[in-house]
């Protein structure tokens, strides 16, 4: 079974940059997909970015397309989400999740990552 653990959260401001960590523990990192997720305040926790095992395949929501990369390092157990043009409407607690199946993103929703990091918070300052 995984451990996750997130860091590097923090104040930015409009337009600013932060760079996500997720580090991993306890399991074979390289044998699930990953992704991150995040939950604003009074808004329901949503899928921000997934990749696959071999850090070939990304998928990104539309809000963040353009703005945020998601990227793996297997051979040392961690992934990274670095954010650029942040907007206050990024503001949000961001999670790091473990799942899919054999490696490979299958889904976006939540319930199908069992392994879950407690969340970094970002917010962005107007």
């Known amino acids: 079974q995984v451990q996750l653990a997130e860091s590097g959260g923090g104040l930015a401001q409009t337009g600013g940059s932060l760079r996500l960590a997720c580090a991993a523990s306890?399991?074979?990192?390289?044998?699930?997909?990953m992704a991150w997720f995040r939950q604003g305040p009074g808004k329901a926790r949503e899928f921000v970015a997934g990749i696959g095992w071999a850090g070939e395949n990304t998928y990104y929501a539309d809000s963040v397309k353009g703005r945020f990369t998601i990227s793996r390092d297997n051979a040392h157990n961690v992934m990274h989400l670095q954010m650029s043009s942040l907007k206050p409407e990024d503001t949000a607690l961001y999670y790091c999740?473990?799942?899919?199946?054999?490696?490979?993103?299958?889904?976006?929703?939540?319930?199908?990552?069992?392994?879950w990091g407690q969340g970094t918070q970002v917010t962005v300052s107007s």
């Open positions: 306890g399991g074979t990192f390289g044998s699930y997909a």
């Open positions: 999740a473990a799942g899919g199946r054999n490696g490979v993103l299958i889904s976006t929703a939540a319930r199908d990552f069992p392994y």
